[in-house]
């Protein structure tokens, strides 16, 4: 299960999703696809994968290797935990 870290700013700009982690004070930006999947967390990344599949029409091994890229960088700048 992958979890946002609950002292992540989120900043909604209407065409990106800003991240700023306060601890490090680094901003993260996401495109549609990455709000999509930030928003759905807590999620366990089959789940992801089955949403980024369904909403972009996308095939398995494609969703699925978006879905790990995303969280394997969220998840190395601190703004993702896994459980």
Known sequence: ???AVPDV???DLGDE???LDPASSEMFSLNDTGRLL????????NDLTT???REYD????QAQADVHALLTSLEARHLITRS
């Open 1 to 3: 299960m992958w979890s």
């Open 9 to 11: 700013l989120v900043t």
């Open 17 to 19: 999703l800003v991240l």
């Open 38 to 45: 930030w928003q759905a967390l807590p999620a366990p990344e």
């Open 51 to 53: 949403l980024l599949e």
């Open 58 to 61: 996308l095939p398995h091994e």
